[in-house]
């Protein structure tokens, strides 16, 4: 069981990136599934989720209105569309699956595989 995360990059503050995470060994279809973040010197925190159907997302304040979360369950991938980037997104961005849970968690306990995180970084 594997989730690749990909897509980040250096930018510009004001640019786009679109991160894709991509599950193999299993489908996660049926799993809610999030994005977290971490920035140097910080905690691991809750960027964006998604439930299983993609009838509902959930957003961190910071990046309400900039960020949009979507999957495609049909290539079991999940991906973050970040617009209107600044200097304070800059960070490490992992992708997870959420245990199997009706309710989308907001903290790192409620999700049980990780993938190995891409970096974003935004110069100002």
């Known amino acids: 069981v594997q989730l690749q995360a990909f897509g980040g990059g250096l930018v510009q503050a004001g640019d786009s990136l679109r991160l894709s995470c991509a599950a193999s060994?299993?489908?996660?279809?049926?799993?809610?599934m999030g994005w977290f973040r971490q920035a140097p010197g910080k905690e691991r925190e809750f960027v964006s989720g998604i439930n299983w159907s993609a009838t509902r997302t959930y957003y961190a304040d910071s990046v309400k209105g900039r960020f949009t979360i979507s999957r495609d369950n049909a290539k079991n991938t999940v991906y973050l569309q970040m617009n209107s980037l600044r200097a304070e997104d800059t960070a490490v961005y992992y992708c997870?699956?959420?245990?199997?849970?009706?309710?989308?968690?907001?903290?790192?306990?409620?999700?049980?595989?990780w993938g190995q995180g891409t970096l974003v970084t935004v110069s100002s």
């Open positions: 997870a699956s959420g245990k199997l849970s009706t309710v989308v968690d907001l903290t790192t306990g409620g999700y049980d595989y």
């Open positions: 060994g299993r489908t996660f279809s049926r799993n809610n």
